[in-house]
Each structure stands twice: as C-alpha cells, then as structure tokens.
C-alpha cells in the first residue's frame, strides 16, 4: 500500500509539472506537489529529519539556474533514481535513434513519463546518472520539503542575479514576478518557447563561497571549463515528439 501510494505522489508530482511549465513560476510546482502530499497517507518520507536550508542550497545549487521547465522536469525525474540509470543504460544501446523514432521507442518503455521526457536532454540524463547519490538525495528532498526546496531555489537565483551571474541572454529571459500572496519570485524561460539550453556552471563561481558545514556537491558537468560563469551547449527542440508526455 505504501509503495502504490509513493507512486501515485510520484504522479502527481509529474503533473504538477505540467502546471509549472504552463505558468512559468517556481512558486507554481511547489504549492501543487505539496497540496497533493497533503491529500496522501503517512509515507516514509515523514519519518526523515528535514534538510536545513544551507543543506537544501548546496544540494540544489547545480541546477537552481535551470529555466523553469528543465528544472521542473529535472526536480520530478529525480524522485526515480533507479529509472534514470536504466535509461541512459538504454539510451547508450539506442545512439542511432533520432527524432520521433527515439521518442516513439522510450515511451514503450515502462518507465514514469518524467523519465520518458528526459530522453530530450542527454547531457541532463547524464549528470543525474553519473551523480546517482545526489540524484537520490535531491528526489527524496524534494518528495518531503517541496516548499523549501523551491525557496532554496529562489535564494540561489537571488545570489547569482545579485553578482551578475543570472541574467537574461540570448539563451533565456530572466525577470522577477509577483505570485499569489505577494511574494515575488525570480522566473528563469527559454528565450524562445520552443528551445531550451542546459546550462553548465561552477556553484561557487555563480553564488560565491557555499556555507562552511555544507559545501557545494562534487557535481560533475561534461565539458565545463573551470572558472567561466554559465556555459552553454546545443539548443534542444522542445517538440510533440520530445516531450509529448509532458
């Protein structure tokens, strides 16, 4: 019963994504993840301490600078940690697959759509399962503390926005926006709505030095050149055949 209820929070946090990507505000996917973890039974997750928020910072700082969408299919993947490893397994025996091919192969695969979708951005895929335990950390993280760790988010992004780390570029527009009950949150969208870019960047060169009991995890970015701010790769077409499920 457990596990059958773990899963259907599983789901409803993938569409809570949904409604993130719609309204474009990190405020969005915590307020619907944590009404649907009001509405389940006692779970596991209760019985964990929380995270404190230097910790909640430090473990979502490599991807506090996500645009909103890749963040929130990022934040909703990550509560599979054992699905993630098996389809880059999977991806690694399909490279020849492109396009609606590839897509119309992994959605017969008996994975979350969350994971499904991630097929879109291998170098996302590829960080998550080359650092399975931060991976696993930041899902189950985000499964207890939906609220802190979209707050960790917005402290993150107020750093780097404050050093002049975060803003808006050929790549992605950033502006802050109120939200219901005032609060004003820093929102990260794709320059266009039809392309997102995966950014690789250094925590501390983008926020500055990480709390003293809690540094920055040792996140690996392919290709990322030591010292530079925000690097960016290959724009990725966010069509009906990548990211149908979503």
């Known amino acids: 019963m457990k596990s059958q209820s773990r899963k259907l929070l599983h789901r409803e946090i993938a569409l809570a994504g949904v409604a993130f990507l719609l309204l474009g505000s990190t405020a969005a996917l ?28 430090s473990l979502v700082a490599p991807i506090a600078l996500y645009s909103d969408p890749l963040l929130a299919q990022t934040l909703a993947a990550s509560t599979y940690p054992l699905e993630i490893i ?3 397994q999977w991806m690694d025996r399909n490279k020849n697959l492109q396009g609606k091919a590839l897509a119309d192969a992994v959605a017969k695969q008996p994975w979350d759509p969350s994971i499904q ?11 998550m399962a080359g650092n399975i335990q931060w991976t696993t950390d930041l899902g189950n993280a985000f499964l207890a503390q939906q609220s802190d760790v979209m707050d ?6 107020g750093k780097a926005e404050s050093k002049g780390t975060l803003k808006t570029s050929a790549q992605q527009k950033v502006e802050t926006k109120t939200v219901e009950g005032g609060k004003q949150v820093i929102v990260v969208e794709p320059s266009s709505p039809d392309v997102v870019y995966v950014p690789s960047y250094d925590p501390e060169v983008v926020y500055g030095p990480p709390p003293p009991a809690y540094p920055y995890y040792p996140y690996t970015y392919p290709g990322y050149v030591p010292g530079t701010a925000l690097a960016w790769g290959a724009g990725i077409a966010l069509g009906a055949a990548a990211w149908g499920a979503w």
């Open 152 to 157: 960790a988010v917005q402290r993150l992004r």
């Open 30 to 57: 915590a307020q619907q993840a944590e009404s649907q973890v009001m509405t389940t039974t006692t779970s596991d997750t209760e019985q964990a301490p929380k995270l404190p928020n230097d910790e909640l910072d």
């Open 117 to 127: 979708a991630l097929v879109a951005t291998p170098d996302v895929v590829q960080r």
């Open 86 to 88: 098996q389809l880059q």
